[in-house]
């Protein structure tokens, strides 16, 4: 079975501060992984993903993420953040193989609060 | 190259009615996805059509149903619809079949359904 754990429903960070999400997954199979953003009235756009190969994934705006297999995470990173951050973050599982290879299973959410 | 679009992009209806959602994808894109988000549910799988066949469903009643044309445009229609429809519609386009491996979902503002 695939599923996936956001760990914070709400995270506030001071602008210029680090930035972290944390993802916990589970999956029957080697499974790739996503972080999206929504923001407000938009639809979602891909932050980053990791399908198998480097464990430390990069993305757009600074973003970063590490695959952790023995952990099963895949937190999401930021050195420091900016206003624009301030967004709704998923984080989804897609298992390699097996009845429901390639669905996308969303986790709850993060709302990311970004403070002057 | 245009994003995926999506019409209308807000919606009143009452119980009972029934409701028609569009979703253009990406050009080149024969993949299209349906995503239902709510509060409660979070983001929920509906279904997937490529090459205007369905090729997967979530767990929805038969009430919730679509199809996918020539040109790859879908097509999400709800019937009889009940208060707890009420949700943002997503739908998002990919190059391939979701199960021809690595692949990446682009998606769309949303349709915001309101039920009353």
Redesign the interface.
């Known amino acids: 079975a695939q599923s996936v754990t956001q760990l914070d429903s709400h995270v506030s960070v001071s602008e210029g501060t680090p930035v972290l999400l944390r993802c916990n997954y589970s999956s029957s199979y080697s499974p790739s992984l996503f972080w999206y953003v929504q923001h407000p009235n938009k639809g979602l756009q891909l932050l980053l993903k990791y399908t198998s190969a480097a464990t430390l994934v990069k993305g757009i705006n600074g973003f970063e993420a590490e695959f952790k297999k023995s952990e099963t995470s895949f937190h999401l990173t930021k050195p420091s953040a900016h206003m624009s951050d301030a967004a709704e973050y998923f984080c989804v599982v897609t298992p390699s193989a097996g009845s429901t290879l390639g669905r996308l299973y969303f986790g709850r959410g993060t709302q990311l609060t970004v403070w002057p | 190259k245009a994003g995926?679009t999506q019409t209308p992009r807000y919606l009143i209806k009452t119980r009972g009615q029934q409701v028609t959602l569009s979703c253009s994808p990406i050009s080149g894109h024969r993949s299209v996805?349906w995503?239902q988000q709510t509060p409660g549910q979070?983001?929920?799988?509906l279904f997937?059509y490529f090459s205007e066949t369905q090729r997967?469903k979530g767990n929805f009643p038969g009430r919730f149903s679509g199809r996918q044309f020539s040109n790859s445009r879908s097509e999400m229609n709800v019937s009889t619809l009940e208060l707890g429809d009420s949700a943002l519609y997503?739908c998002?386009s990919s190059l391939r079949?979701?199960?021809s491996g690595?692949?990446?979902?682009?998606?769309?503002?949303?349709t915001?359904l309101t039920v009353l």
């Not at chain 2, 979070?42 to 799988?45: D, S, T, Y």
């Not at chain 2, 690595?102 to 949303?110: A, C, L, T, V, W």
């Open positions: 995926v996805s995503y979070g983001l929920q799988f997937e997967n997503l998002a079949l979701r199960t690595s692949f990446e979902q682009f998606f769309g503002p949303g915001r």
